[in-house]
C-alpha cells in the first residue's frame, strides 16, 4: 500500500506545483487513477489512501473488479475511458459515473436507449482526434461541430464536455490539448446548456503537466501510479 500511497501523492504534488505555476486551483483538476491490467488488489490499496476515482479500459475487466471480493460495494467513481463499442454500451450503463469514450452518433444512440430502458441518466464525453491520426479513434473537430446538435438532443444522457488522447511529441500534445480547450468553447457557444460542459479530459502519464497548462480538468494515470502495466 505504501508504494501506490507514495505514488498518488507524488502526482498530486506536482498537480500542485504546475496548478501554482499557471494560477490553477489544483480542485479543480480531477485525478483518474487508471488500473487497466491490474488486480484489484492494487485499486483497493488506492482506495486506502483516499483515492475514489478509478479509470478502465476494457468493459470485462471493470465489470470484474468492480464484482470483486475487494472491491464489492465500495463507494468507488468508477470512469470508463477506453473505445466503447456499442454493443458493449448495455455492460457499462449504470456502472460508471462517467464514460469518457464516446466517438460516434450511433454509440450516443445506443447509450441513450440503453439509459432509458434503466432510467437512468448517463454522463459522458466525446473523444475527439485531435491529432488527425488514422490509428486514433474520436470524431475530427469539423465532424464533433457539426454533429453536435445531435449528442445535446438524445434524452437520458448528458453530453459533459470532451476527451482526447494527444500525440506523444510533446510539443504537438500542447497544441492538441488548446485545440480540445477551444472546441469545449465552441460547443458551450451552441449548446442549449452550456453549464453542462465543463469537462476536458487530456494528459496522461507523460504529459498531464502540460495538460493541466491548457485547462484539464481530468488527467488519466497509470503508469505513474501502479506502475508498467503488464500487457
Not at 213 to 224: F, L, P, Q, V, Y
Request: proline share 4%; charged share 25%; glycine share 6%.
Amino acid at each position: 500500500m505504501e508504494a501506490i500511497a507514495h505514488n498518488l501523492q507524488l502526482v498530486h504534488d506536482q498537480i500542485r506545483s504546475v496548478c501554482k505555476k499557471t494560477g490553477r486551483n489544483p480542485s479543480g483538476i480531477r485525478l483518474i487513477a487508471v488500473s487497466k491490467t491490474k488486480p484489484a488488489k492494487l485499486v483497493k490499496e488506492a482506495y486506502e489512501a483516499g483515492h475514489l476515482d478509478i479509470g478502465e479500459s476494457y468493459v470485462q475487466e471493470l465489470l470484474a473488479k468492480q464484482d470483486s471480493e475487494e472491491l464489492s460495494g465500495l463507494p468507488i467513481h468508477w470512469h470508463f475511458i477506453g473505445h466503447l463499442q456499442s454493443n458493449k454500451v448495455k455492460d457499462v450503463v449504470g456502472r460508471v459515473s462517467l464514460i469518457h469514450g464516446i466517438d460516434k452518433t450511433g454509440t450516443a444512440r445506443e447509450l441513450s436507449k440503453r439509459a432509458l430502458a434503466k432510467n437512468v441518466t448517463a454522463d459522458y464525453l466525446v473523444e475527439v482526434n485531435t491529432s488527425g491520426e488514422s490509428s486514433k479513434f474520436g470524431l475530427s473537430p469539423d465532424a464533433l461541430l457539426s454533429e453536435a446538435p445531435l449528442f445535446f438532443e438524445l434524452p437520458n444522457i448528458r453530453l459533459r464536455g470532451l476527451m482526447t488522447i494527444a500525440s506523444p511529441d510533446r510539443q504537438k500534445a500542447r497544441m492538441e490539448f488548446r485545440m480540445l480547450s477551444e472546441l469545449l468553447d465552441k460547443l458551450k457557444n451552441i449548446s442549449p446548456d452550456p453549464s453542462l460542459l465543463c469537462e476536458l479530459s487530456m494528459g496522461m502519464s507523460q504529459d498531464y503537466d502540460i495538460a493541466i497548462e491548457e485547462g484539464a480538468t481530468m488527467i488519466r494515470i497509470g503508469t505513474a501510479i501502479f506502475g508498467s502495466r503488464q500487457r
